[in-house]
């Protein structure tokens, strides 16, 4: 049974920075892309960085590119956010996902994390 386990969330004023973490256990995940999505209070959860099996293609949504970096270390089954610039807006619970399909779909992943805070101060 995979566990997806996310890290690294919090309180943050605007422009600030915040780096999180999803660690697999479980099996490993080197052969699945992953993904990062995000929900605001009241809002349905989007899509916000996709990574395929290799790291050699990353994809974001247009509210995060230029800001987020997605990445992953096979050799630790984790894979990364990066957020700098962080804006109000970006104030969610943030999950992680792993999948066979690179995907922006969320139907598309299998496995997820239980999810994690970020909370971004004006």
């Known amino acids: 049974q995979v566990q997806l386990v996310e890290s690294g969330g919090g309180l943050v004023q605007a422009g600030g920075s915040l780096r999180l973490s999803c660690a697999a256990s479980?099996?490993?995940?080197?052969?699945?892309?992953e993904a990062w999505f995000r929900q605001a209070p009241g809002k349905e959860r989007e899509f916000v960085a996709a990574?395929?099996?290799?790291?050699?293609?990353?994809y974001y949504a247009d509210s995060v590119k230029g800001r987020f970096t997605i990445s992953r270390d096979n050799a630790k089954n984790t894979v990364y956010l990066q957020m700098v610039r962080l804006k109000p807006e970006d104030t969610a619970v943030y999950y992680c996902?792993?999948?066979?399909?690179?995907?922006?779909?969320?139907?598309?992943?299998?496995?997820w994390g239980q999810g994690t805070q970020v909370t971004v101060s004006s």
């Open positions: 990574i395929n099996w290799s790291g050699g293609n990353t």
């Open positions: 996902a792993a999948g066979r399909d690179y995907s922006v779909g969320a139907q598309s992943y299998d496995y």
């Open positions: 479980g099996r490993t995940l080197s052969s699945y892309a």
